[in-house]
């Protein structure tokens, strides 16, 4: 029985045999709990300096066409330079960026500059997105080809750390020592991951690389396209997002449901803690090979959880289902990350991780609207009801759909084996 019990425990076998993976995994956890301190400051010092909702909402409208665009060009940016020096220098400039919202909040250039907020806000979104391909990219050549599953489950949790605990620090923060401590609190965050980037050793790519072009990006999603089984991946997380993304309906699910409003906070974290308790739990993982059916089954599991969270009765229930969704949610997510960094060849790496960071940046904003729409034209409840059910519906179609996706299989997937023996003849699996 104990056995069985440490064989559930979260893999940490990379964090022990890589220092390069523990020097990435860190700096990304920095990076993503910094940023998340940000993310709660900005809206805040906007709302107060204007009181218009508006406003606070024009800052992801602001944001969306940066985050396309130059998530697409770092991408293809990433396949090209050298990944650990665009992290530098992407770490470096957020940094500075945060330095200029720091200054304005403090009163530097007199009084605080909404105007300014906007502009550099779409500064840090177009960094961070030039960023992040690079970052997942990278992450592949720092383990072992069997430790893949581990590592991905292990970054989950770091990103899940940094959701968790940013916007609490961020609140404490603008609560007892004011709005500008967030900023600095995130360009000390900034400046030490930064180092940590820089410590990595070089990793140069393993053949003639392509330079960043629209052709270039245009060959990566032909590619993503191309390939059922990554595109089984895709749909499969739109399908999820689009469909059931039940978070714009908290406040009204408190307010007007249970009319307890004070636990609002709570529904926010509930899935969060669900992930974190599935990843700690994530051991398992490393013994499945079939990752498209687990993928399937992890998000339907999802669609069907918040189905029943819109049916509970009592507000713990609801949370509870929540919390069981952000588990299969994250299950999904360690199965869809694997399947990328076991079977994209080098060349393709970073174009199809700009991509991916679109397909799931994109997704809850889609969904937000979804949920909206449908709360006014039916009800709260019956929008994440119907939601989880059509995301049930949504992956089930998938699956029948791409039959390549379904019966994937890492241990004989064309791909997978060739990606294999390209580590393995480089030295890195």
Do not use: K
Request: include cysteine; aromatic fraction near 8%.
């Amino acid at each position: 029985m104990i056995a069985r019990l440490r064989a559930l425990r979260v893999d940490v076998t990379p964090l022990r045999t890589s220092r390069d993976f523990r020097l990435l995994l860190v700096a990304g956890t920095v990076f993503y709990l910094g940023a998340m301190v940000t993310y709660v400051a900005i809206p805040y010092q906007v709302y107060t300096l204007t009181g218009s909702n508006f406003l606070v909402g024009a800052i992801g409208i602001a944001e969306l066409v940066p985050l396309v665009v130059f998530g697409l060009y770092g991408g293809a940016l990433a396949d090209h330079v050298d990944r650990r020096r665009l992290l530098v220098w992407t770490g470096l400039a957020q940094a500075a960026a945060t330095a200029v919202l720091a200054a304005n909040a403090f009163g530097a250039f007199g009084d605080p500059s909404v105007p300014l907020v906007f502009v550099v806000a779409v500064v840090l979104v177009s960094t961070s997105a030039m960023q992040r391909p690079s970052r997942e990219a990278l992450m592949p050549r720092t383990v072992r080809h069997d430790e893949l599953v581990a590592a991905n489950a292990l970054f989950s949790l770091g990103m899940q750390v940094g959701v968790l605990l940013g916007p609490a620090i961020g609140g404490l923060l603008i609560a007892y020592v004011g709005l500008g401590w967030c900023f600095v609190v995130d360009i000390v965050g900034l400046l030490l991951a930064t180092v940590m980037y820089a410590a990595m050793r070089p990793y140069p790519h393993r053949a003639e690389t392509t330079p960043p072009s629209l052709s270039g990006v245009a060959e990566g999603m032909r590619y993503a396209v191309g390939r059922r089984d990554l595109l089984g991946t895709y749909l499969v997380d739109i399908a999820a997002m689009v469909l059931a993304f039940p978070v714009v309906l908290f406040p009204a699910l408190v307010s007007e449901v249970f009319a307890r409003p004070e636990l609002l906070g709570l529904l926010y974290s509930a899935e969060t803690v669900g992930a974190l308790v599935a990843t700690a739990l994530s051991g398992w993982t490393a013994r499945v090979h079939h990752h498209g059916r687990a993928i399937v089954l992890a998000a339907a599991a999802y669609g069907g959880f918040i189905a029943l969270a819109g049916l509970m009765p009592s507000f713990w229930l609801v949370a509870l289902a929540l919390a069981l969704a952000g588990a299969a949610d994250m299950i999904s997510g360690v199965f869809r990350s694997t399947v990328w960094s076991q079977t994209i060849p080098e060349a393709m790496r970073g174009r199809l991780a700009g991509i991916e960071m679109l397909s799931y940046s994109l997704g809850p904003l889609g969904g937000q609207v979804r949920a909206g729409v449908t709360a006014d034209l039916w009800s709260v409840r019956g929008a994440i009801t119907s939601g989880g059910i059509a995301c049930v519906a949504g992956v089930t179609l998938t699956a029948v759909w791409l039959r390549d996706f379904w019966s994937y299989d890492e241990r004989t997937d064309p791909h997978a084996v060739a990606e294999r023996a390209a580590r393995t003849a480089a030295g890195e699996a």
